[in-house]
C-alpha cells in the first residue's frame, strides 16, 4: 500500500488478503478494488467499489469517483476489529490445532 494525498493506494490484480482493504475502510476511505471472492465479502461487510480490472474505463471511473468522496467515518468500527492481525493468527493457530486433535496420532 502506497499513501497518497488521495489515500492509500494498493494495486493487485490477483493478489489478495484484503488487509489493505480493511484498513482503508478503518480509516474512512473510499476502496476501488478488483472484483475477487475476497473482496467481495468484504465489501459485504464494509462497502467498496468492486471493479473488473481488466475494464480500463470502468476501472478510471471508479477511482475518479472515489477521489470526489471525502474521508468518513466508517459507522460500525465493531465489524472491524474482528480483522486484527493477532487476531487472525491466534484464530489461525486454534483452527490447526483442532485439525491436528481431530487427525489422532500419527502412525509411523
Do not use: T
Request: glycine letters at 12%; charged letters at 20%.
Amino acid at each position: 500500500m502506497i499513501k497518497l494525498d488521495a489515500g492509500p493506494q494498493s494495486g493487485s490484480v490477483g493478489l489478495a488478503f484484503g488487509m489493505p482493504f480493511l484498513e482503508a475502510r478503518s480509516r474512512g476511505l473510499p476502496v476501488v478494488a478488483n472484483d475477487l471472492p475476497v473482496f467481495r465479502e468484504l465489501s459485504g461487510l464494509v462497502g467498496g467499489e468492486l471493479v473488473d480490472c481488466s475494464d480500463h474505463d470502468a476501472l478510471r471511473h471508479a477511482i475518479a469517483a472515489a477521489l470526489g468522496q471525502p474521508a468518513r467515518a466508517y459507522p460500525d468500527p465493531a465489524i472491524l476489529s474482528g480483522f486484527k492481525w493477532e487476531q487472525i493468527a491466534q484464530n489461525l493457530i486454534a483452527d490447526i490445532g483442532k485439525l491436528l486433535q481431530s487427525a489422532g496420532p500419527r502412525q509411523g
